[in-house]
Each structure stands twice: as C-alpha cells, then as structure tokens.
C-alpha cells in the first residue's frame, strides 16, 4: 500500500483538532511533532489562528498536508476524514474514540469511516489510536509523554498504553525503534498491512507487536509468510482462554478453541510468539543484531561451573544443542587452560582466569565447525576487567561471524561493561536461561526463514454438486447437525466410506445385510443422539439372523432414552476390522478469525481425553498434511511400532488434505468429525461423520 510511505514520512503533517489548551490531546500531538519532526506542522482549527506559535488554518484543505492526524470529537470525525479525502490526503490517523469499542452508535460511525476511507483511497489508521512514530523523520505524532529513541526495529501494539510503556522502558534500556504504530480500532489498516510494508522496508530489520486479536487470519498468515523469509516476527499475543471451545458441539470443536487456532495460525505464519514482554524484547534485541547460526549447537565459555550448568540445563530446554569439538579445539583448549580447567563443552576457564585466558579459550571455541553460536559467561573476580571482557566478545563476535551473546553475571559493575557490548551489538543477560532462549530465537527463525511454502492441497476428482445436494438437507429439517446420514459427503470427495446404507425398517436392513460379506455394524440414525455408544446406540458384529432383531433394539434404546428423538433410521455398515488399524480423527472447527482448523490426531472413543492432536489452518499443502501425520504422540502406531504393519500413512494424509479442500470449498460447513478414520495397511476407511452447517452460507 503505498500510502504507508506518507504516513510514515511526510513532508506536511496536518493536526486536525490542535489546541492550546493544556492537558488536552491536540495540543500534546503538536508539541510532540514541533519537538523533532523534520517537516512542516499544520494546525488545522476554525477556533485558532494560531497553535503554538504555528499559524492555524481552519479546514484541512488548506493544510496540503501528507499526513492528518484527526483529533475531533467523534461526532465530526467521519465529516473531517471526508474532508482530507477530498484534499487528497492520502494517509490519516484517527486519535479519536467513540467508535466499535462504544457500542451499536459508535460501531455504525466506524462503518461510515470505513466507507469514506475506501472511497478515497485513504491508509487510515484507528480510530481510537495512541497514534505513530517515524524515527528517521522525527515524527512523534502520538500524545505520548515520550519520542522512540531511533533503531532498527518496527512496532504496532492494539493496545495504546502498552506502546507508551514500551517506549519509556526502552529508551531506558538503549532500545531503538524505526516505526511505531497504534493500531487502535483496525477500521482500515491492520496488522497484515503493516507487516507486508515492513517487510518491504530496508530499515527494518525485525517486526514485533502486541496484538489482543487478529480479525483477518489467513490475510495474515500469507502476509507474514512472505516476509518472514526475511524479516523476523515476534509478537506478544494476549488473551489466552478456552472461552471458544465452550460452545462446540464436536470432538474437533471441544478440543479447538480460540487459543489453539491463534497458536496454530501464527505458527504456520512463521511467527514467533513471545510468552511475555521481556521474552518480546529478548528476541526482538538479538534478531536486530546478530546473524542466524549456520548450526543449531551452542558453546559455552565461562569462568564459573555452576552458571555453566545453569546454561547447560537452559540448553537442554531448548531447541539447542551443545556442540561437541573437534579433536583440534580440545588440543588447543588443553595447551592454553591450567590443570582445573574443563575444555569440553561447557568450557570453564576457572575463576582465577584473565582476559587473556578468556580471549583464547572463546577464541578456539568460535573457531570450531561444529559450534554455531557461544554464549560468553563470567561471575565477578578482582583478575577480571568486565569492561575488557566485554570488547574481547565485540571483537571476536566482528572476527568469527557467528552469533555470540553474554551473560556478564552482577550488578553495578556490569553497567559500562553492557554499553561495549550494546556498541558491538551484542545483547547481556544476567540470567543465562535468558541468553540461551534468545539463541533459540536465533535459531527459529533460521528454520522459519528456510522454510518452504507449497500450494493448498487441491484434488480434481471431488464431485462439488453431490456434496452440496448432501449439506442441503439442513434446509428442510429443523436441525442443523447432520450425521452418518451425510457419509455421501465424504463419498463425494474422494475420501473411502464402508459399504452400507441408512434404512427405516428392519426388512430393509436385512436386505442391505444380505449384500455385505459377514457381520455388518448398526447405529442408530438420529441428530438428537450425538454420543450413539453411550446408550447403546451401536452394535458392531451383528450376524445376517440377528439383523432384525438389532433394528428394533436400537429404536427402542434412542426412543427411551429421549422419546422427542428425531429418528432417521438405521445405518447397516460394513465391519471393518479395527485391530488390523489405528483408530484417527480427522476434524474441522471453524474459527472466527482463522477459518477452518484442521485436526488430525488419536481417534476413537477417547479422543476428548487423550487429546492428542495437532492442528493446521485451511487450507493445507500435501507437505503440511504429511508434517501432521507424524506430529501427533501416537505417530510410531501408524508407522509400525512393536512389529506391528505400518498403515498407509499417505492415505491419511490424503484425506486429511481432502478434507481440507471441502471445508475451504463449503464455508458452510462450522465443524466437522470423521472419526474414527481407520488407517490400515491398505489404505483408510471413514467409520464415522459428524458435522454442523450453517444453512445461511449454502
């Protein structure tokens, strides 16, 4: 979007709404841009001639400006966005509140500031927003209490006090930040545009934001995949809860909640996610300045044993591994540390150790193939000049290329110690644990950035008429749940069902009987009944003699057990022989924000209790669906532990890349369960199938 630029880096910058009154919101905005920004400031109110020693104007047309930043009660905002539309400015942040966040009024005038943003073409930012920052220009046109000190890093918050927060924490922190961004209300731009403009932008080099929700997930899935092959994501995102899973009817439904489709789709995003503030900034520090490892192994050099414990066991935690030297480094090690030294890996140059012995130890260290990255650590000794340590690192970080951080373990003495290494871009911890997790940072997004990114799954032989005739049903019936009656579904896109039918009558289950080779599988047919086992609503293994008998004992148990039913019949199934397979699920659970989500795990009668599952947003690639087949705890089963015959794990993935491509095809389709999906050596079979349908969407 190229009007991202100008709201950014404008030349002219209009206040629409600036005061002298003290304490008020315009006259901060305008003092915050005449403080440092480097273009012209245009206040703009028909009450002033003028604001701060500025001459004032009083409509927005008059200001020719880049940039509005609207500070008006809301009642005039839309009228004032109209306004600077009409002038041909093209970037405008609304301040303002009294939008979607109000209530009914307020969520209406959020529509018409829509609309009129859409009608000219604006890049609008809020309403209801702190404002943005543009360091390179001096733009601080937020009516925050302080200006971003200036760096490399980018940042959008929904939340306008966290960004005040954040700025005053790192500016004491040495911290900088190349753009900062309010989001407010997301009424026009939101975080996929953000991203997409970072991610274009040569002065950022990591993206990072606090986010309470992300409207539009799979538009922010694509975006952030396209920039994360270059430019790191780290987001804080808040609101963990199950609160999305309260009202799901599924298996899928009651295991896939909000949260877990958050957790999900920024992963597929390639977005690292920050379980706090000082995790956000850890990561966000070490991506801005240090390279990705070429090697996921770590070397530790300390002149203390229990902190190098401490790393080691941080280490083990993590996606890290300690690196294990060549015969050479040992050599050398052993020449250059005395007799109480330990030259493997955690190095311990013992705590009578100088700069020099320092030096050389991390030195050999860096120097070995197997080592991607180092951790230099020290505890306070009177041999040990921090300060001098400190530069060693710098320089021998500069020299080997890899990416080193520091644990420098005290307190005032480590004050002109960190400033050498901040020069040197390299980031100190005092816990070890921390420097580890920001090497795994490292390394994540050495994984994200390599990764690739294959086309939906798309199957040509799927009959779209059929399937829709099946979901119809919903239609005319006065439930929108539909069962084993819908298996033809499945038929319809490929995906193998056992031979049978549903029928009303006992002779005609017979008949169905006759026609499938030895014992048939009956269930009763009913969206009323949603768990049919736990009344005694199936029978497996029923014998051609006993099928009869078996119809009516399964009416009889679902109408005792709620006379009100809706009875569609009986379903009579082929038996499949269960023990020669696993027992999956396959599910659908549609979020709000993210779409469809995919789950594939342990099927059967315990799946709400074992719950092991995993999960990906639709649609998904063949490359995913393959990935998720072997992430699930019970992945050895399919492939054949203890001597048992691996199952046709491709089959697996092919219905789950199936089932993929329907729900993404019928957005009518809320939740959905095939299970249990029966893998066996042959192929799969679909036992079973569950789903909801939101009629409105057909």
């Not at 200006?147 to 929904?158: L, P, R, T, V």
């Not at 957005?667 to 050596?681: F, G, H, K, S, W």
């Amino acid at each position: 979007m190229g009007a991202l630029s100008e709201l950014f880096a404008p030349e002219r910058v209009a206040v629409i709404g600036a005061t002298e009154s003290d304490g008020s919101v315009g006259r901060a905005i305008t003092a915050n841009l005449l403080a440092e920004f480097d273009g012209e400031v245009v206040p703009v109110n028909p009450n002033y001639d003028e604001v701060l020693g500025l001459p004032c104007v009083d409509d927005v047309g008059e200001a020719d400006a880049d940039l509005a930043v609207v500070v008006v009660p809301p009642s005039l905002a839309v009228d004032v966005v109209r306004s600077a539309g009409k002038a041909g400015v093209e970037a405008v942040v609304v301040i303002t509140a009294g939008f979607s966040e109000t209530g009914t009024e307020g969520a209406a005038r959020e529509r018409e500031l829509t609309a009129v943003a859409d009608e000219y073409g604006i890049a609008l930012v809020g309403p209801n927003s702190l404002g943005v920052m543009s360091t390179p220009v001096g733009m601080n046109a937020t009516f925050g209490p302080d200006s971003a000190a200036e760096g490399n890093i980018s940042f959008m918050s929904q939340s306008g006090a966290f960004i005040t927060a954040v700025v005053d924490w790192a500016n004491d922190q040495d911290i900088g930040f190349k753009d900062v961004v309010s989001l407010g209300n997301k009424a026009v731009l939101d975080e996929a545009d953000f991203v997409e403009f970072w991610g274009d932008d040569p002065d950022t080099d990591v993206v990072i934001g606090y986010l309470e929700g992300i409207e539009e997930g799979r538009a922010f899935i694509d975006a952030a995949r396209e920039v994360t092959r270059d430019t790191p994501i780290v987001l804080v995102k808040s609101g963990k809860t199950e609160a999305g899973a309260q009202a799901a009817s599924s298996h899928t439904g009651t295991i896939a909640g909000s949260e877990e489709a958050y957790e999900t789709g920024l992963r597929q995003a390639g977005v690292i996610r920050a379980g706090s503030v000082q995790e956000l900034f850890d990561a966000a520090t070490v991506l801005s300045n240090q390279p990705v490892p070429e090697r996921e192994t770590v070397a530790v050099v300390t002149n203390a044993g229990g902190p190098g414990v401490m790393a080691t066991d941080a280490v083990g935690e993590s996606n890290l591994s300690m690196a294990s030297f060549g015969e050479g480094t040992l050599d050398e090690l052993s020449e250059r540390l005395p007799d109480g030294g330990n030259i493997y890996n955690p190095v311990d140059v013992v705590g009578d150790a100088d700069i020099e012995r320092f030096r050389a130890a991390l030195d050999v260290v860096l120097a070995d193939d197997d080592v991607g990255s180092a951790l230099a650590m020290a505890c306070p000794t009177a041999v040990l000049d921090y300060e001098e340590l400190a530069a060693v690192v710098g320089d021998l970080r500069a020299k080997h290329g890899k990416p080193v951080v520091a644990s420098l373990m005290g307190g005032e003495r480590v004050d002109a110690a960190e400033e050498v290494l901040e020069d040197a871009g390299v980031p100190n911890y005092f816990d070890p644990a921390r420097a580890i997790a920001s090497l795994d940072a490292l390394v994540e997004f050495g994984r994200i950035s390599r990764r690739a990114y294959d086309p939906a799954a798309v199957y040509d032989d799927v009959d779209r008429e059929a399937a829709r005739e099946v979901l119809s049903a919903v239609e005319t019936r006065g439930d929108n749940r539909l069962g084993v009656e819908a298996m033809g579904l499945l038929d319809a896109y490929g995906i193998e069902t056992p031979a049978g039918e549903i029928v009303d009558s006992p002779s005609d289950a017979e008949t169905v009987a006759a026609e499938i080779d030895g014992p048939v599988v009956m269930k009763i047919v009913s969206p009323d009944v949603l768990h049919k086992s736990d009344i005694g609503g199936v029978k497996v293994g029923v014998e051609q003699a006993d099928v009869a008998d078996a119809y009516e004992d399964l009416v009889t148990r679902a109408r005792n057990y709620q006379p009100d039913a809706t009875l569609l019949g009986v379903q009579v199934q082929e038996l499949v022989d269960v023990d020669e397979g696993v027992e999956t699920i396959v599910g659908v659970n549609r979020d709000p924000q993210f779409g469809p989500l995919v789950l594939f795990g342990l099927g059967g009668i315990f799946v709400e209790v074992l719950e092991d599952t995993t999960f990906r947003v639709a649609p998904v690639s063949e490359r995913e669906a393959s990935e998720m087949t072997g992430e699930i705890d019970a992945a050895p089963l399919l492939r054949g532990a203890r001597g048992r015959t691996p199952t046709d794990v491709d089959a697996v993935a092919e219905t789950i890349g199936r089932v993929s491509q329907l729900v993404t095809d019928f957005p009518a389709i809320m939740e959905l369960d095939i299970n249990p999906l029966v893998a066996t050596p042959d192929g799969v079979q679909a036992i079973d199938v569950r789903l909801t349908v939101d009629p409105e969407e057909l």
